[in-house]
């Protein structure tokens, strides 16, 4: 789904969200509510240049608007693969994005994402996956590698790979893998803005994902290990 279609669903209200090159941005209305909108369009490689734009809108958000819920909009394709990021040192301009995130939920601010198009590697987890609830459209495509990708890094063949994905949510790309595994909170059909008000009710900082992925039965051994290496440090 384009971005204008979703922005009109989400904000019945009214919007100024507005594309500029890669980078979304704006405010939008709903259920007698301001949202800050911050995101990317055009399935954009994220570069320091845009990572840099996404961290100062969050961080203009907290300035001149206290309080006011942040939506990130996502589609990427991930972080700019050139030589000229790298040695720009992309991640730390990557690790500059989330941090001012966590500033603004610090702040009192709501976080909320939704990947309405694409979502891929490291585009991805600076924004949406730094956010208190991360939502999908259903039609979203989310993943980390792709299956032929996959196979060429670990040197298991594809068809193996598949099958895998068949009954793996770990193997398998697409938003409803995602849902299984905790990865995303639920997926957003219908009344988007219906349902960007509850996401907005019920946003908290807490991080759910482990508990989310062994109750759905998609990551059913994160969460034990991570207590069990939480009491040992405890213990410790």
Not at 9 to 35: C, I, K, M, N, W
Not at 120 to 145: H, K, N, Q, W, Y
Not at 206 to 212: N, P, Q, S
Not at 215 to 230: D, M
Request: with cysteine.
């Amino acid at each position: 789904m384009d971005w204008r279609t979703t922005v009109d669903r989400l904000f019945p209200d009214g919007h100024d969200v507005a594309a500029d090159g890669d980078f979304l941005g704006g405010t939008g209305r709903s259920h007698g509510e301001a949202y800050a909108v911050i995101g990317q369009t055009n399935h954009a490689d994220v570069g320091v240049e845009l990572a840099l734009r996404m961290a100062q809108a969050t961080l203009a958000v907290v300035r001149e608007h206290p309080g006011r819920p942040i939506l990130f909009l996502i589609d990427t394709r991930g972080q700019r693969l050139r030589h000229r990021d790298e040695l720009l040192g992309i991640n730390r301009y990557m690790a500059h994005l989330a941090k001012c995130v966590e500033l603004a939920r610090a702040a009192g601010h709501a976080v909320i994402a939704l990947v309405y198009d694409q979502a891929l590697s490291g585009g991805f987890l600076a924004s949406g996956m730094m956010a208190d609830t991360c939502a999908a459209l259903p039609e979203a495509e989310i993943r980390v590698m792709g299956l032929p990708a996959m196979a060429r890094v670990t040197r298991i063949a594809e068809e193996r790979l598949r099958a895998l994905a068949a009954h793996s949510p770990v193997f398998g790309p697409g938003a409803a893998n995602y849902v299984t595994m905790g990865a995303i909170d639920r997926l957003w059909d219908g009344d988007l803005a219906a349902c960007l008000a509850a996401a907005r009710a019920a946003a908290e900082p807490r991080d759910r994902r482990r508990a989310l992925g062994q109750e759905r039965g998609g990551r059913a051994l994160a969460a034990g290990i991570a207590e069990r290496v939480l009491d040992a440090v405890v213990t410790e």
